[in-house]
């Protein structure tokens, strides 16, 4: 079992950037794929990035693509998500989760962080 911990949301202005991280323990972070979700008040969480074991692959939300980057630190238990050029929409609880094999679908994650607040003021 691995427990996930976010951290690094908050108020930032529309075009600001964020970085959020997110720290695992109970095991070791390189046995997962983890992922990035978000969720805006009365909608659905949705997908935002994910990322391999190892750095090599990464997938994106359109919505976030080439605004936003994943990356991974193993020796560090750490993942981050790297936010640049903020929008409103991009408000939400942003939760970390991890699985054994990457994906976009929510449901098929198996272990999730508490979120973080990001607020993008316009």
């Known amino acids: 079992q691995v427990q996930l911990v976010e951290s690094g949301g908050g108020l930032v202005q529309a075009g600001g950037s964020l970085r959020l991280s997110c720290v695992a323990s109970?095991?070791?972070?390189?046995?997962?794929?983890m992922g990035w979700f978000r969720q805006a008040p009365g909608k659905e969480r949705e997908f935002v990035a994910a990322?391999?074991?190892?750095?090599?692959?990464?997938y994106y939300a359109d919505s976030v693509k080439g605004r936003y980057t994943i990356s991974r630190d193993n020796a560090k238990n750490t993942v981050y998500l790297q936010m640049n050029s903020l929008k409103p929409e991009d408000s939400g609880v942003y939760y970390c989760?991890?699985?054994?094999?990457?994906?976009?679908?929510?449901?098929?994650?198996?272990?999730w962080g508490q979120g973080t607040q990001v607020t993008v003021s316009s």
């Open positions: 989760a991890a699985d054994r094999s990457i994906s976009r679908v929510k449901d098929e994650y198996d272990y």
């Open positions: 109970g095991r070791t972070l390189s046995s997962y794929v």
């Open positions: 990322i391999g074991r190892n750095v090599g692959t990464t």
